[in-house]
């Protein structure tokens, strides 16, 4: 037998009973009691329910459930209909939402301060709304945010450099966001908790429920230092289907998405997919091009569908400030030859590496310049210890050690 939701009134029934900002607080929590309630009727990013969200409150759109009554929406027939209702059994928003705050958290919906409105990204499947456990606002915390997703059976270099990568973002600032699951998630969140950043764990399952069960005392880090986030309600269980859906949720959620190790079918390609389809950068992490850990990550930036990083520096340059979070240049080092003008250094290319060198005739010849300017240039060089004069002839000047 289905329980009673007791769901608020709607609050243009019950403005009459206060002020405006009475009312307005009290419609709130009606639209948040009753879109607790449809986390339990959907399965996330329901495009119906969401056309349906854009055009009723909440409420209506669960009394309509309730009452079984098929309204003209597109894609909302009687089966689909038939199948919410089945779920409306036992649906108890008010202990969903107790529990969640015995847990320490809360649930958010579209309109709150703390809503992450890169999230409406979605479309029509953005979140019903976000069960968040852990202090500080998402919001805040999301709008300098980068995912590090990879593999799960990742090799020990891929936990290295998912763990130093995430450290050093962590230590410029930035929030790593990740899936809490086994390997590369893994190793990005204990990199960024391990000097004291901040990290992000959107799981595919409530955020009561540890899982995979080897990462509790992880996921118990992630909720103490950071956040956990899922649109799945509390004591709910992960599905092969909601592990792919929490990745588009993590692809908008955060600034960009580095891939540091993934197969050809991993299913961290799907979330840089869908970073890179909502306009967000992806990026990539190269690794041996004998591993087929790596064959999937080599293949995205291959095909320019992310680009090439190889550490924090990189990453910020793509996602930071534009202008002001540029990475350094890389370059070899730079010798002493490097910088000398090029008739000067073509006169020193010249100089043969013997110990009686040669006259300025034969250095005249073999590099193309007159004797006399030849003879400048002799003298610049030695000046600078490159060569010295040796009787009639120049010679290179030895290096102590023989170099």
Request: glycine share 12%; hydrophobic share 45%; aromatic share 4%.
């Amino acid at each position: 037998m289905s329980r009673t939701l007791n769901l608020p009134q709607h609050p243009a029934e019950g403005a009459a009973g206060g002020g405006n900002g009475a009312g307005a607080a009290a419609g709130r929590e009606t639209e948040r009691r009753a879109r607790a309630v449809l986390t339990r009727l959907t399965e996330p990013g329901d495009a119906v329910v969401g056309r349906w969200l854009s055009e009723l409150p909440a409420a209506d759109v669960v009394r309509t459930i309730r009452d079984g009554t098929v309204p003209d929406h597109p894609g909302l027939d009687a089966s689909r209909l038939a199948a919410y209702r089945a779920r409306l059994v036992d649906v108890d928003p008010a202990a969903d939402l107790e529990r969640v705050r015995t847990a320490g958290g809360r649930f958010i919906i579209p309109g709150d301060t703390e809503w992450p409105s890169q999230l409406d990204d979605l479309g029509d499947g953005r979140p019903i709304g976000l069960w968040v456990v852990g202090t500080g606002s998402l919001r805040l915390l999301a709008l300098r945010s980068v995912a590090v997703v990879g593999a799960r059976a990742c090799t020990a270099y891929g936990a290295h450099v998912a763990g130093e990568l995430s450290a050093q973002l962590a230590e410029r600032g930035w929030v790593v966001a990740s899936g809490a699951a086994y390997g590369i998630d893994a190793c990005a969140h204990r990199g960024a908790l391990a000097v004291g950043g901040m990290t992000i764990g959107v799981l595919a399952c409530g955020v009561d429920v540890a899982y995979p069960r080897g990462n509790t005392e992880l996921i118990r880090r992630i909720a103490g230092q950071g956040l956990l986030v899922s649109e799945l309600p509390p004591g709910e269980h992960p599905t092969r289907f909601r592990f792919v859906l929490r990745n588009r949720v993590i692809a908008a959620l955060t600034r960009g998405t580095v891939v540091v190790e993934a197969a050809l079918r991993s299913g961290a390609l799907s979330t840089a997919r869908r970073a890179r389809d909502l306009n967000r950068h992806t990026m990539g992490v190269a690794g041996p091009v004998t591993s087929d850990l790596s064959a999937g990550v080599h293949a995205l930036i291959r095909s320019g569908g992310a680009g090439l990083v190889t550490d924090a520096a990189e990453v910020v340059e793509l996602i930071g400030a534009i202008g002001d979070d540029l990475a350094p240049q890389r370059s070899g080092p730079v010798l002493p030859r490097d910088l000398l003008e090029p008739a000067v250094a073509r006169v020193l290319e010249a100089v043969p590496a013997t110990a009686e060198g040669a006259p300025v005739e034969r250095l005249a010849r073999q590099s193309g310049l007159p004797p006399d300017e030849v003879l400048h240039r002799l003298y610049e060089l030695a000046s600078l210890g490159f060569v010295e004069r040796y009787g009639a002839h120049w010679r290179l000047v030895r290096r102590r050690g023989g170099g």
